[in-house]
């Protein structure tokens, strides 16, 4: 009985959190945003603000895919040390997932449209690395992290010269990713070999050509 009641419980966890994820404005940040009221943007045209909002939304979806890996991942990994430290950096994620959501909303624009394909995507990539072992789901983590690490310096440089709320809020992301890879290899994470990590390039070009428009 108790056994059916966790079940239960994790299951009506599990489809809270996809909602939470994939309802526009449903994510709750336990963080205030880095861009706090006195942070203020320069003028900007309309196609720069198109441009920020471009960016910010690749950066929103980046933040589905990594709750959905993290999440996919919790279902299937072992990870009986770290598993603190895993929900820790997902509770960190919806913080980044809210704070792009704001931002886009600022922009007068919307998350993705694409998000629930790329939720499910990666929730089914998470939970194939975590059946595998925890040193592969790791490793997965962290090359994630690092890939997203280098997006957000890259979108730092791209984003227009007046937009220093995107930028505030990419500034503190980068800061958290690179813990979040960080722990993923202390945690015993594999290094992954370079074919593999060419294969999340390709996926990630995938998102992020689709993503900037639709
Ligand atoms: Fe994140
Ligand atoms: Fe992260």
Not at 31 to 50: I, L
Not at 54 to 82: D, F, S, W
Not at 85 to 114: K, N, T, V, Y
Request: glycine fraction near 8%.
């Amino acid at each position: 009985m108790n056994r059916q009641l966790s079940r239960t419980d994790n299951l009506i966890h599990q489809f809270d959190t996809v909602l939470r994820t994939l309802v526009p404005h449903a994510a709750q940040a336990s963080r205030p945003s880095p861009a706090t009221p006195e942070v203020r943007d320069e003028p900007m045209d309309d196609e720069e603000r198109r441009h920020a909002a471009g960016l910010m939304r690749i950066n929103h979806t980046g933040e589905v895919c990594a709750q959905a890996l993290y999440q996919g991942q919790g279902l299937t990994a072992k990870l009986p040390e770290v598993r603190g430290q895993m929900e820790e950096a997902a509770s960190e994620e919806i913080d980044h997932l809210a704070w792009c959501d704001e931002r886009l909303r600022e922009l007068g624009d919307r998350p993705s449209l694409l998000n629930p394909l790329f939720y499910a995507a990666s929730f089914g990539i998470g939970a194939a690395a975590g059946a595998v072992g925890d040193r592969v789901s790791l490793g997965f983590v962290a090359a994630t992290e690092e890939q997203v690490g280098r997006h957000l310096e890259e979108h730092l440089v791209r984003l227009p010269a007046g937009d220093h709320r995107s930028r505030a809020v990419l500034r503190q992301m980068a800061i958290d990713e690179a813990h979040h890879a960080q722990l993923a290899l202390e945690a015993g994470g594999a290094r992954f070999p370079v074919p593999v990590k060419f294969g999340m390039k390709l996926m990630s070009k995938v998102m992020t050509g689709s993503v900037y428009r639709v």
